[in-house]
């Protein structure tokens, strides 16, 4: 399974950017999917999740500003920032929690990682 992020870049204070991330592959289902965010010098940090049933969670720091959606179908997650801030500054990781059953129907979860999309914020 594999994970394609898009959507990074320059943005002004204020402004906003859209990341999507699209997970393909095997034959899977999503549990759920998110994004995570690390800073120079600073540990990977959970910004926003979204569970195959709808529901979300945000970290603090985001909520009002940030919402994540999905489209199921295209296994999906985007993350819609606005109101951006230098401290916002940080390269964004796609995360999707997946599983599938084999032919002997064994439950395999599956955890997987798309590659970094880079958000600069400029004040």
């Known amino acids: 399974v594999q994970l394609q992020a898009f959507g990074g870049g320059l943005v002004q204070a204020g402004g906003s950017l859209r990341l999507s991330c699209a997970a393909s592959g095997r034959s899977f289902s999503v549990d759920n999917m998110g994004w995570y965010r690390q800073a120079p010098g600073k540990q990977r940090e959970l910004v926003a999740s979204i569970t195959s049933g709808g529901s979300s969670n945000y970290a603090d720091s985001v909520k009002g500003r940030f919402t994540i959606s999905s489209d199921n179908a295209k296994n999906t997650v985007y993350l819609q920032m606005n109101s951006l801030k230098p401290e916002d500054t940080a390269v964004y990781y796609c995360?999707?929690?997946?599983?599938?059953?084999?032919?002997?129907?064994?439950?395999?979860?599956?955890?997987?990682w798309g590659q970094g999309t880079l958000v600069t914020v400029s004040s």
């Open positions: 995360r999707a929690n997946l599983h599938w059953y084999t032919d002997s129907d064994e439950r395999v979860v599956f955890g997987s």
